[in-house]
């Protein structure tokens, strides 16, 4: 069975998960899981292994839109490599196929990752410091610099739902998108009283607190978007790359991983002060 990329460095959207009392029997004592909307605790790798085709496309979709974004020459950077090991800013586009070979191989049926890699297609680069790679805080100083770079990135995904996705010449935003512009200004006026709130703890997570119900409302959409999209992928194939779909599943990637990091974050800051 292949190594996969998982297995020699994070990326993001992955995690390190130890077998517990509730887990079934024959699992291994610690494996990768991929975390995703459906899957927020992850999915290990040995029950994605047996999953039914529609999770296991899901799942590497998910991974695929969290590691990599379009190619633009301009921004290619340490990751714009055909492989995470090979030399840093190497300006080769990545192809779809042998990112999702490295991650996958073994774990999903060489099929899938041929059709999934084929449709993709081979313009694609690795996301620039992508928050996974932030080490992890060794003191409040540092948990605070990671914490207000987490609710900035945060913050930036869900402006990005108005007005962008209205397109040229519309003068209101989409239908298909999780908060009102009302909701959204609420929402990015909480976070910022998050962010002013680093040095009060208390503050901090009850401002955390109240932008639960729209983040979750948040998580909600972007399940349904990439389930949506997942399973339109292999129907409509490259051609869904030139419609308004990969925004909003982008966004969508996007808004749960920011929210997963932020939170993450905020437990660990939260424990520690």
Do not use: C
Request: aromatic share 8%; no cysteine; hydrophobic share 40%.
């Amino acid at each position: 069975m292949g190594e996969n990329v998982s297995s020699r460095r994070p990326s993001r959207g992955t995690a390190w998960r130890k077998l517990e009392a509730s887990d079934s029997l024959g699992r291994p004592l610690a494996e990768w899981a991929h975390v995703t909307p459906r899957f927020p605790d992850g999915i290990p790798n040995s029950t994605l292994r047996t999953a039914n085709i529609a999770v296991q496309q899901e799942t590497a979709l998910v991974w695929f839109l969290a590691n990599l974004k379009p190619y633009d020459l301009s921004g290619s950077g340490p990751y714009g490599a055909l492989n995470f090991a090979l030399g840093p800013y190497a300006p080769s586009p990545v192809r779809a196929f042998h990112a999702l070979d490295g991650e996958f191989k073994g774990i999903l049926p060489e099929q899938l990752i041929l059709t999934m890699g084929s449709t993709l297609g081979n313009n694609w680069m690795w996301i620039d410091e992508p928050p996974f790679e932030r080490p992890q805080p060794e003191n409040k100083d540092q948990f605070e610099v990671a914490l207000l770079k987490a609710l900035g990135q945060l913050s930036a995904n869900i402006e990005r739902l108005y007005p962008p996705l209205g397109g040229i010449g519309h003068n209101h935003p989409p239908n298909d998108v999780p908060l009102s512009p009302d909701e959204q200004a609420e929402v990015l006026q909480t976070i910022e009283e998050a962010k002013a709130a680093i040095k009060d703890p208390p503050k901090l997570k009850n401002a955390w607190s109240a932008l639960q119900p729209a983040l979750l409302k948040i998580g909600a959409w972007s399940a349904a978007q990439i389930a949506t999209f997942s399973e339109g992928l292999m129907s409509e194939g490259g051609k869904a790359f030139g419609k308004s779909a990969p925004k909003l599943v982008i966004l969508a990637v996007g808004a749960h991983f920011y929210h997963h990091d932020a939170a993450g974050l905020i437990e660990a800051f939260l424990k520690a002060v």
